[in-house]
């Protein structure tokens, strides 16, 4: 394929050759992270790293790129083909893993391979080991949408730029923001249970991330979709309804948050996160 003709419509909007140096490592490939897979395959990123244990059901189809005759497949798997279905000379290292079975030496790797990480996983434990494990190496973006898909957040992290997840998290649930929904603690797993929600509304949290994600790989480049961001506010509210701090629907709010005393990004790097996480 021309990789002229396929970046055309981007013309002077993007840096596909920078891009195209890129790797991404996606955690969690469900209803934001398939999306956002997509959207930076077709932005021009060069390599995706996609990590998800869970296999495709029905439930999934109402709000994930996933089709009927993906049932029962592994979702990196599905994610895969679509992804080279879009660009043949896009990499994919699909891996069908539960972060859980992985120690941190090779979390670590991954980061390390990669330019950026994207957690989007509904685990909130796997969140804040991602983040103590990334912070210090590559920028990262944090996504999650709120109960009933009323809103979300996106958190956006850059090595001693910007305070760490655990500290924005922290801010967070001081300004009292809305529930992320039910934690199905009563079988000890710390997954949130699958709460109803719109993928519309999903996705509009998921557009602000992609873009974001967008953003920290093409930071330096003179390209417009570089100039997003301001390290004195790395927290994004996006609003699909009034209330909390939204006025009007489809609001975005951007807000500041500082480091925090005790935070796993006090630890020197390389530090192990065995007795650090928290549940969020
Ligand atoms: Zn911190």
Redesign the pocket.
């Known amino acids: 394929m021309d990789t002229t003709d396929f970046h055309a419509r981007h013309e002077g909007l993007l840096d596909p050759a920078l891009l195209g140096k890129k790797r991404v490592l996606i955690v969690g490939c469900g209803s934001v992270g398939s999306y956002l897979a997509l959207f930076l395959a077709r932005s021009g990123v060069g390599t995706l790293a996609l990590r998800d244990h869970d296999h495709i059901s029905v439930t999934n189809l109402c709000r994930t790129t996933y089709t009927e005759r993906d049932v029962g497949r592994p979702k990196v798997d599905a994610l895969k083909e679509q992804l080279r279905g879009v660009r043949g000379d896009l990499e994919v290292d699909a891996r069908p893993v539960d972060l859980r079975d992985v120690d941190d030496d090779e979390v670590r790797t991954w980061i390390d391979e990669s330019d950026l990480l994207v957690a989007v996983t509904d685990h909130p434990p796997t969140q804040a080991r991602l983040a103590a494990l990334s ?1 210090h190496h590559v920028p990262a973006v944090f996504a999650g949408v709120y109960e009933r898909g009323t809103g979300g957040e996106v958190i956006w992290t850059a090595p001693e730029e910007t ?6 998290l ?1 801010a967070i649930r001081d300004a009292d923001a809305p529930s992320r929904g039910q934690s199905d603690y009563g079988i000890a797993t710390g997954q949130l249970a699958s709460e109803p929600a719109l993928g519309i509304d999903i996705l509009h949290v998921t557009v602000c991330a992609a873009k974001i994600a967008l953003a920290l790989l093409l930071r330096g480049s003179d390209a417009p979709a570089a100039q997003v961001l301001d390290p004195s506010r790395s927290v994004l509210f996006v609003g699909n309804s009034t209330g909390w701090i939204w006025r009007e629907p489809f609001e975005t709010v951007w807000a500041r948050a500082t ?2 005393e005790r ?4 630890l020197l790097p390389g530090g192990s996160t065995a007795d650090l996480i928290t549940e969020p």
């Open positions: 912070y305070p760490c997840y655990s500290c924005v922290g480091r925090r935070c796993v990004c006090r």
